[in-house]
């Protein structure tokens, strides 16, 4: 029996964090102190230096085993903070573990950054053979397979252009693209690949199942997108709090995380006591169901709204609340906004200074609805991402009003079914 092409025994990686601000001080600040203050200057430091400074280890990973055999896509899931990218770092040999060990059989390659391997200056051509290099690929090799990088890539308008002028997708997708045709025997993949659009993503992800399949490479596969991880990955690790919370089968792996989830996110209303006084933004946003309570507990078949208040700062300057409904997840379900921004009405996109009060209501009834499950209500204010708020409601499906199957969406309908004999 052939051995794991990744085994990690025990892995555990600490960092000391110090909560003892000391400022900066320059050369000159110093001198300046010595010149003014000798005595009083010289005291202070030498208490520094007796002094106690107040640290604490922290651990990013503590006893991590598991082992991913050759050809297998592995899954690695949790939220932010649960030592994902301290793992690839560490088996990367970016950084080493504190205790425990880390085995590769095989060659490795990695994208964990966007531009990893890419010097701003050097054109996109220029960075091909230069990241190829670095990752180990001959000159003749980079040559023979230079059309299919830079097909995939898609960037063939801008081949000779300076990497810096690039758009962060662009970016990543050159560097997957080298990655992908470096035909290694680990590749490790982190959430990089989500700068991505759409349908670059799935490009992506077609490629790694090709890869996989046909050549047996070892998959390290690290997202936040549970559908990607499902689709892709037989078994999956699930990290919380750096230590491994379960290993197994993926989609049980997932049920797990995502039931961690609900009941870490369970806000039905959320409050900003300061709204920003230069740009607009968020007040109040509560859901209500159908009774009109409060509440993020939804029964299905039943209507429910969302109420958001928000201000605007500027006279009139375009402003609109936006909102995507997505699956747990992370599947897009339905996107809505309180004004429609191509419309040529100024009232629709050009609001006075003030407060307003917006209300969607999500209709449902016996021929649509949301299905059981969770699911995250995203808001931004004009597509502004650094307005963007997220509130999470559950579903709650009445089994005497309702069959459980499986799915997003509850679509009422009926069969019909004709006898037509026997042949």
């Given at each position: 029996m052939s051995?794991?092409?990744?085994?990690?025994?025990?892995i555990s990686k600490s960092y000391v964090v110090s909560h003892t601000y000391e400022g900066y001080e320059t050369l000159r600040d110093i001198l300046g102190k010595f010149f003014t203050h000798p005595f009083r200057t010289s005291w202070m430091y030498?208490?520094?230096v007796l002094a106690h400074q107040e640290k604490e280890h922290f651990w990013a990973l503590r006893d991590v085993s598991f082992s991913v055999e050759k050809g297998e896509i592995f899954g690695v899931i949790g939220a932010n903070g649960a030592g994902k990218s301290t793992l690839l770092k560490v088996l990367n040999r970016i950084t080493p573990p504190t205790e425990g060990e880390a085995i590769l059989r095989g060659?490795?390659?990695?994208?964990?950054?966007?531009?990893t391997g890419f010097h701003p200056e050097l054109t996109g051509r220029e960075n091909v053979f230069f990241s190829g290099a670095i990752m180990g690929m001959r000159r003749q090799e980079i040559i023979r397979k230079f059309n299919d990088i830079v097909a995939f890539a898609d960037i063939g308008r801008f081949?000779?252009?300076?990497?810096?002028?690039?758009?962060s997708g662009m970016q990543v997708r050159l560097a997957f693209s080298v990655a992908a045709h470096m035909e290694p025997d680990i590749l490790l993949v982190d959430e990089v690949l989500a700068v991505?659009?759409?349908?670059?993503?799935?490009r992506c992800l077609e490629k790694i199942r090709e890869v996989s399949a046909r050549d047996k490479r070892t998959i390290l596969f690290v997202s936040h997108n549970l559908s990607a991880v499902t689709s892709l990955c037989t078994r999956c690790l699930y990290l919380k709090g750096g230590r491994v919370r379960m290993i197994g089968p993926t989609a049980e792996v997932v049920a797990a995380y995502l039931e961690d989830q609900s009941n870490t996110h369970s806000y039905a209303t959320l409050t900003f006591p300061r709204p920003s006084s230069i740009k607009p933004s968020f007040r109040s946003i509560e859901i209500h169901n159908d009774a009109g309570m409060v509440t993020n507990e939804i029964d299905a078949g039943h209507p429910f709204s969302v109420t958001v208040e928000y201000q605007t700062v500027t006279e009139n300057a375009p402003c609109w609340v936006s909102m995507t409904c997505s699956h747990e997840d992370g599947t897009t379900i339905y996107s809505s906004a309180d004004v429609d921004k191509y419309s040529n009405s100024?009232?629709?996109?050009?609001?006075?200074?003030g407060v307003y009060r917006s209300t969607f209501t999500f209709p449902a009834s016996s021929s649509l609805s949301l299905n059981e499950g969770g699911y995250q209500l995203h808001f931004r204010l004009t597509h502004d991402p650094s307005t963007e708020t997220v509130l999470a409601i559950h579903i709650k499906n009445d089994a005497r009003r309702f069959n459980l199957y499986p799915g997003t969406l509850l679509v009422g309908g009926s069969w019909s079914v004709a006898y037509l004999g026997v042949e």
């Open positions: 051995k794991p092409a990744i085994e990690v025994k025990n030498v208490r520094q060659s490795l390659s990695s994208l964990l950054e966007v531009g081949l000779d252009t300076p990497v810096k002028r690039y758009s991505g659009d759409a349908s670059f993503q799935r100024d009232f629709l996109t050009k609001r006075e200074v």
